[in-house]
């Protein structure tokens, strides 16, 4: 994504989140030996993009819990518990910018409060954006990418299990991964 006088005026705008071409969802390390990823179903969000200015660019992203697919029916239900994200009490999970900055021309550093079970902290990650290109349809669209690691102890998820080995059940340290198809409004 280049900031040339031609590519400037199509980017900056309005977009909202494509769902059906996104995936937000993280990685958890299970009983000390294996990746287990999980995503968001159901998600939304918009953002503003202000080539001329990116430091006045805005997201915000909304992810509803009952929508968690780690694509195993038990580990879900018991992710919605109290135990994790206590879905009936919080049953969105939110996050919004307080600060963009370029990196260089297609990766800027984002800031932003993430909401987690009543719990707000925040988190600073690189996002690549891709794009623009015109799809069939006469639509401006943008693919931003990126992930951060975040400590879910932060956010008060601390359900866990000793294993007779050493170790615990769930990894303290999790991936939360972006992949998100943004159209121009």
């Known amino acids: ?4 006088s031609t590519s400037t005026g199509v980017l900056s705008g309005t977009y909202n989140l494509d769902p059906s071409h996104s995936r937000i969802g993280f990685v958890a390390r299970h009983a000390m030996v294996t990746k287990v990823r999980g995503s968001f179903n ?3 969000g918009s953002g503003s993009y202000d080539a001329d200015d ?3 660019s805005t997201l915000n992203v909304a992810l509803k819990v009952e929508s968690i697919d780690t694509r195993n029916a038990d580990r879900d239900a018991h992710l919605k518990t109290a135990d994790f994200f206590e879905q009936e009490k919080y049953p969105e999970i939110t996050f919004a910018s307080t600060a963009v ?3 260089d021309d297609e990766t800027f550093e984002v800031t932003g409060d993430l909401a987690i079970k009543g719990t707000t902290k925040p988190v600073t990650f690189e996002l690549e954006v891709s794009g623009p290109v015109q799809d ?3 639509n ?3 693919g931003l990418e ?3 690691e975040v400590s879910r102890k932060d956010w008060g998820l601390t359900f866990n299990v000793p294993l007779d080995g050493g170790g615990l ?4 340290k999790i991936t939360l991964e972006f992949e998100v198809a943004a159209v121009k409004a």
């Open 140 to 142: 401006t669209r943008i």
């Open 146 to 148: 990126g992930k951060t």
């Open 42 to 44: 159901e998600v939304s």
């Open 101 to 103: 900055k370029r990196v």
């Open 136 to 138: 069939p349809w006469g």
């Open 1 to 4: 994504m280049s900031d040339t």
């Open 54 to 56: 990116p430091t006045r």
């Open 169 to 172: 059940l769930v990894s303290d």
